[in-house]
């Protein structure tokens, strides 16, 4: 079974504070997708990473794929309310594309 | 601008009753997929189509059978509900053929209980 480990699970931070999302594996993507899905609705992409060791912003989102790419981060500069949401991170597989989902990280930003 | 929309939004069924969820996509997307999502474990993917007439079993098809009815519309069939099948079904579509890279565009989901 192919796992994609997502670490925090939860997290609950004050507006204005710094954050670190990851996503690990011991396999290998072709690329790996970053998803941010409020209540109610369903995921939307925010950034696709497809290059070891590539980083790639989103405003005060930051996100890096490892350079053997079995790995991601997201950062968050400055958290604001409406950052508030589960993110989700996806990794296609080198092998067969196969798109592997992580659980997800529910991200609550207070005021 | 619709993307992808899923029918109904919310759905109470008895145990072994039937139902299908429907999904039409307007973005003249190759690829669909019906994942379900539970807490805790993430999306799971229970079929997909990379074509109209194609289909293919994701991680957890059993209890379920789809339809890929042309390009635009992709349904999913209960036919024999279980409480284990309560669960948020996400539809999704994708401008690949196949499995790739390319980036998943969702519904909002149904949500399905089971009683």
């Known amino acids: 079974t192919q796992l994609l480990e997502q670490s925090p699970q939860f997290l609950s931070i004050q507006e204005g504070e710094n954050l670190t999302v990851y996503c690990n594996s011991s396999s290998v993507f072709s690329s790996l997708q970053w998803y941010r899905q409020e209540p109610g609705e369903g995921p939307v992409l925010l950034v696709t990473?497809?290059?070891g060791g590539e980083v790639k912003k989103l405003k005060r989102l930051t996100f890096q794929f490892g350079d053997a790419r079995k790995d991601s981060s997201l950062h968050i500069t400055a958290a604001q309310t409406g950052d508030t949401g589960l993110y989700l991170c996806a990794g296609a597989l080198a092998s067969n594309y196969q798109l592997i989902w992580g659980a997800g990280t529910k991200l609550i930003i207070k005021p | 601008n619709a993307g992808v929309t899923q029918t109904p939004k919310f759905q109470v069924l008895k145990t072994g009753q039937s139902m299908t969820l429907q999904c039409a996509q307007d973005?003249?997307?190759?690829?669909m997929y019906w994942y379900r999502q539970d807490p805790g474990m993430g999306l799971r993917l229970i079929y997909y189509s990379a074509s109209e007439g194609t289909t293919d079993k994701g991680e957890v098809p059993n209890g379920y059978n789809v339809s890929r009815l042309n390009k635009r519309e992709f349904s999913l069939r209960l036919e024999s509900a279980a409480p284990s099948q309560t669960s948020v079904y996400f539809c999704a579509s994708s401008e690949a053929r196949d499995r790739s890279n390319q980036p998943q565009h969702f519904g909002d989901g149904t949500r399905l209980s089971i009683l």
């Open positions: 973005m003249n997307h190759n690829s």
């Open positions: 990473v497809v290059t």
